[in-house]
């Protein structure tokens, strides 16, 4: 199995940018499809953005697509949540997740693995 710890959240003005990160540890990290994921106060959770194996595909959702951009370092077992033009709507937590597949789910019940979450706050 492998385990995941997201960092990099915090607070930051509309039009500021924040990078998270996610780290994995445990099985081989390359192995697996990691997706981004966010929950508002009250909201359901949403999809944010997913990456392959290798990270030469990735898939947003057309709430971040533009702004954001999901990238990974296989050798240091990390993916990254680059998140440029910021809006108070994105403030969430965030999640990474991942999964042992060659697809890219978009639903959160497709994920075995998740991490422990990581504030974003954008204030207006």
């Known amino acids: 199995q492998v385990q995941l710890v997201e960092s990099g959240g915090g607070l930051v003005q509309a039009g500021g940018s924040l990078r998270l990160s996610c780290v994995a540890s445990g099985r081989t990290f390359s192995h697996y499809v990691v997706c981004w994921f966010r929950q508002a106060p009250e909201k359901e959770r949403e999809f944010v953005g997913t990456?392959?194996?290798?990270?030469?595909?990735?898939y947003y959702a057309d709430s971040v697509k533009g702004r954001f951009t999901i990238s990974r370092d296989n050798a240091k077992n990390t993916v990254y949540l680059q998140m440029n033009s910021l809006k108070p709507e994105d403030t969430a937590v965030y999640y990474c997740?991942?999964?042992?597949?060659?697809?890219?789910?978009?639903?959160?019940?497709?994920?075995?693995?998740w991490g422990q979450g990581t504030q974003v706050t954008v204030s207006s």
């Open positions: 990456i392959s194996r290798s990270g030469r595909s990735t």
């Open positions: 997740a991942g999964d042992y597949t060659y697809s890219l789910p978009t639903t959160s019940d497709k994920y075995d693995y």
